[in-house]
């Protein structure tokens, strides 16, 4: 299909209700989450939402971004994960400070054994035409077909992340809970605490929070709910989004931390690693 035809700008208030609408869509906890908190009267603000891709020239950083930055996105800064090999970019719209960050990451592929390579050669390859341009990248999810679970398998054995692309593409891989903005759980231990009362799974990678107040940013995140994939070889359980929560602190000028610790992103980025339950 050609997408150009296709190509329009959307509001940022269309492209984060349509994003929201899918992330809760594919992942029921997620709704699940929220409607626990506003059941507890707590107004829920999202202070971020992250994506994940390959850096390939039809699908990079960049190319997910202009979704964003044609609605008054602009650019914020960069980190590096070593260890995962990975580099990603955050975004801030200009004019609305209350709109939520973005957070986009790309796999470093040529860091990887040729058949990781392989594989994400194949994906790029079969990118409709136009998509990249059309402004729906970032909704689309898997558009190279069914995956294969041996192929999954694989993929894990070199980097959870780039598996995790390869089942389900395109789409928020997470939104954000502004611990600033609740009133009777205002802090990640209160938080944390309520999650586990009901059952939820926390990601524990380096301990339930990440960060610190001196570090001027703490997160938590569940770990990412279980979704039946229909795979080549058939059905299987594997983790799909997950839910985070971050809470800011003022600096020595009084202003809120707005960026991101990759330290404690590495640990995040964790919680769609696979698990049983």
Same mark, same amino acid.
């Given at each position: 299909m050609d997408f150009f035809n296709h190509t329009k700008k959307m509001t940022k208030e269309e492209i984060l209700n349509r994003l929201w609408h899918d992330y809760i869509t594919k992942n029921p906890h997620a709704g699940e989450i929220y409607r626990s908190f506003t059941d507890e009267g707590e107004?829920?603000?999202?202070?971020?939402?992250?994506?994940?891709?390959?850096?390939?020239?039809?699908?990079?950083i960049d190319v997910l971004a202009k979704t964003f930055t044609r609605a008054g996105y602009v650019y914020r800064g960069d980190y590096h994960f070593e260890e995962k090999h990975l580099y990603a970019k955050h975004y801030e719209h200009e004019a609305d400070k209350d709109a939520p960050r973005v957070f986009i990451s790309e796999l470093i592929t040529d860091h990887f054994s040729p058949f990781l390579q392989e594989t994400v050669r194949g994906i790029s390859g079969k990118i409709p035409k136009g998509l990249p341009e059309s402004g729906e990248l970032v909704f689309a999810g898997n558009v190279w077909g069914r995956p294969s679970y041996e192929r999954y398998l694989r993929l894990r054995e070199e980097s959870e992340y780039a598996a995790w692309v390869y089942v389900h593409g395109f789409c928020a891989n997470?939104?954000?809970?502004?611990?600033?903005?609740?009133?009777?759980?205002?802090?990640?231990?209160?938080?944390?605490?309520?999650? #586990?009362?009901?059952?939820?799974?926390? =990601?524990?990678?380096? *301990?339930? @929070?990440?960060? $610190?107040?001196?570090?001027?940013? &703490?997160?938590?995140?569940?770990?990412?709910?279980?979704?039946?994939?229909?795979?080549?070889?058939?059905?299987?359980?594997?983790?799909?989004?997950?839910?985070?929560?971050?809470? #800011?602190?003022?600096?020595?000028?009084? =202003?809120?931390?707005? *960026?991101? @610790?990759?330290? $404690?992103?590495?640990?995040?980025? &964790?919680?769609?690693?696979?698990?049983?339950?």
């Amino acid at each position: 299909m050609d997408f150009f035809n296709h190509t329009k700008k959307m509001t940022k208030e269309e492209i984060l209700n349509r994003l929201w609408h899918d992330y809760i869509t594919k992942n029921p906890h997620a709704g699940e989450i929220y409607r626990s908190f506003t059941d507890e009267g707590e107004t829920v603000v999202n202070d971020h939402i992250a994506f994940r891709t390959f850096n390939i020239p039809a699908a990079g950083i960049d190319v997910l971004a202009k979704t964003f930055t044609r609605a008054g996105y602009v650019y914020r800064g960069d980190y590096h994960f070593e260890e995962k090999h990975l580099y990603a970019k955050h975004y801030e719209h200009e004019a609305d400070k209350d709109a939520p960050r973005v957070f986009i990451s790309e796999l470093i592929t040529d860091h990887f054994s040729p058949f990781l390579q392989e594989t994400v050669r194949g994906i790029s390859g079969k990118i409709p035409k136009g998509l990249p341009e059309s402004g729906e990248l970032v909704f689309a999810g898997n558009v190279w077909g069914r995956p294969s679970y041996e192929r999954y398998l694989r993929l894990r054995e070199e980097s959870e992340y780039a598996a995790w692309v390869y089942v389900h593409g395109f789409c928020a891989n997470h939104f954000t809970v502004s611990v600033n903005h609740l009133k009777k759980y205002d802090s990640l231990q209160k938080v944390n605490a309520f999650l #586990r009362e009901r059952g939820f799974l926390l =990601n524990d990678s380096a *301990g339930e @929070i990440k960060g $610190s107040p001196q570090e001027l940013l &703490e997160q938590s995140s569940t770990r990412a709910g279980l979704v039946e994939v229909d795979f080549s070889e058939g059905k299987h359980s594997i983790p799909a989004c997950y839910y985070e929560f971050a809470r #800011r602190y003022p600096d020595e000028n009084g =202003n809120i931390f707005s *960026g991101f @610790i990759a330290r $404690s992103a590495d640990k995040i980025f &964790e919680s769609t690693d696979f698990y049983k339950k």
